[in-house]
């Protein structure tokens, strides 16, 4: 899920301007992030990551069993979709925290409110309190997400991020293997509670190692010497529109009824003036450079995560898998993604970057049009572990070079507000993008299927039509991230430039 997940390798690092790359004074030549003015740092934040990486792999494991017993199959989307809701207004509050004060203050706030959201998860007795925590654990979520994206922009040469931002999508690689069966193995033995409960206490060494380190490296704005701006309230308005106009359409989308229209044009009323507020003029026109960079990220995680978020679902449902084997079958994705955030760091492809991007999207449309194969009982269910191998190399690819070009095309005062606009497309093409497969999940009777994850015996492959449209909808979207891809190229915006956003 999530997550997470940032500049031009192979180049040398042009001297930093104020607020960016290291501090003013600290020397300019870094040789890698693992040096000893890194090194702390770089530990630190990679396990932030990895905790966030452990939670998104074993969670997603465990929430089906979790759907069933509190009766919310129906609903199954709002417990993915809540998260990303209201991880929306914590996108724009981080950018905004960040920029003024340094990212310290938003990355301790978010940590602490992603393990009190798990905490409220996996304590509840109904579903709609489920739901509550996924997002309270949102709202941390975006919080630190953007507070990371604004540590690197500060305490990393540009030549660096590249490597950063793979050792990013590196910590997934143990969590994408133990993870799901971890946490299969727990759902079965102990219940799926604990792995909910458990997770919080492993946010005590992230912080413990990160905080120091940013505190000396990334603290305080971007400029110390420039007068520290007043909040953009009507930016924070505008995340509010987008968090309740978001949460309002993916309530529509669930409740399949006439009434639902009052409830999607007031979400839509507030989402639309929201959005054009938020993110970079011409983004949904793909206009060149930054917008169509920001644009592709909402088109390669939404469509991605909408699929992966029911293949766990399908598997049990439909072929009768057991949590844990349902869960390891996106297992080996972790090692393809990080192969793919590994390429795009190595400085011979950054000529070929747009190339590399195109081919990564096509890689994740076919894998997601792949998928629903499985819902023919002569095609083997490893068939889903392979596509989705070949999906998450493309997503690898593809998500962290839209990071790093982010980054390269901002000014370092804006690190935080662009970095908060990714996000923004990030989380909201999410929630979109998973409502609209979640009112068309339930509008063949998807719902239906909380019966047969009862039993870990062959599933009775009622439904199967409620599966193919969450998938095959999704793989278009994501073809024509494919042709977004060939409009990233753009001028580095730098401090000063009248172009700055």
């Known amino acids: ?58 969670v997603g494991t465990a929430m089906p069993v979790a759907a069933r017993e509190l009766n919310g199959v129906s609903v199954y989307a709002f417990a993915f979709s809540a998260y990303f809701t209201t991880s929306l207004f914590g996108m724009v509050l981080a950018g905004q925290w960040s920029d003024r004060k340094g990212p310290l203050a938003p990355l301790a706030t978010g940590m602490s409110a992603f393990a009190a959201g798990l905490l409220l998860s996996g304590t509840a007795g109904l579903m709609g309190t489920f739901v509550l925590g996924r997002a309270v654990q949102g709202l941390g979520g975006g919080l630190v997400i953007v507070a990371l994206y604004v540590v690197v922009s500060r305490a990393y040469d540009e030549h660096l991020r590249p490597a950063i931002m793979a050792a990013f999508a590196a910590s997934w690689v143990v969590p994408s293997v133990v993870g799901p069966l971890a946490s299969g193995t727990i759902t079965e033995h102990l219940g799926w509670r604990w792995v909910f409960v458990g997770i919080p206490a492993l946010v005590v060494l992230p912080l413990a190692l990160a905080l120091p380190a940013i505190r000396r490296t990334a603290s305080g704005p971007a400029d110390p010497e420039a007068p520290v701006a007043p909040w953009d309230r009507r930016r924070i308005r505008l995340a509010l529109g987008i968090s309740a106009g978001a949460g309002l359409l993916q ?83 972790g090692l393809t993604w990080a192969l793919g955030s590994w ?24 894998a997601i049009a792949t998928a629903p194969s499985v819902l023919i009982t002569a095609v083997p269910a490893w068939t889903v572990a392979v596509a989705w191998a070949l999906g998450c190399l493309g997503m690898g690819a593809v998500i962290s070079s839209t ?62 039509a409620a599966f193919a449209a969450v998938f095959l909808p999704m793989a278009g979207v994501a073809a024509a991230g494919a042709w977004v891809a060939t409009r990233l190229h753009g001028e580095p915006v730098r401090s000063g430039d009248p172009k700055a956003p």
């Open 1 to 58: 899920m999530s997550a997470l997940e940032p500049r031009d390798a192979g180049t040398d690092a042009a001297v930093p301007s104020p607020g960016t790359g290291p501090r003013a004074d600290q020397p300019a030549d870094r040789g890698s992030v693992l040096d000893p003015d890194h090194r702390a740092l770089s530990i630190g934040i990679v396990s932030v990551v990895l905790l966030i990486a452990f939670e998104a792999t074993a």
């Open 251 to 333: 309530y529509a989308g669930q409740e399949l009824r006439w009434l639902s229209l009052l409830p999607a044009v007031a979400g839509a009323a507030l989402l639309v003036p929201a959005v054009r507020g938020l993110l970079p003029r011409g983004t949904y026109r793909a206009a060149r450079g930054l917008p169509s960079v920001v644009l592709l990220r909402g088109i390669a995680a939404g469509s991605f995560i909408a699929a992966e978020s029911f293949v766990p679902l399908m598997l049990v449902t439909q072929r009768g898998l057991s949590p844990t084997l349902a869960g390891l079958s996106l297992a080996v994705g």
């Open 343 to 366: 390429i795009q760091s190595r400085p011979w492809t950054e000529p070929y970057r747009e190339r590399l991007v195109v081919l990564g999207m096509v890689l994740v449309a076919l």
């Open 403 to 464: 990071s790093v070009l982010l980054l390269k095309l901002s000014a370092p005062e804006e690190a935080g507000t662009n970095s908060a606009a990714l996000q923004i497309s990030d989380g909201l093409s999410n929630v979109l993008l998973l409502a609209g497969g979640g009112a068309a999940f339930a509008a063949l009777g998807g719902g239906a299927v909380g019966h047969a994850v009862t039993s870990h015996t062959a599933a009775t492959g009622s439904h199967p």
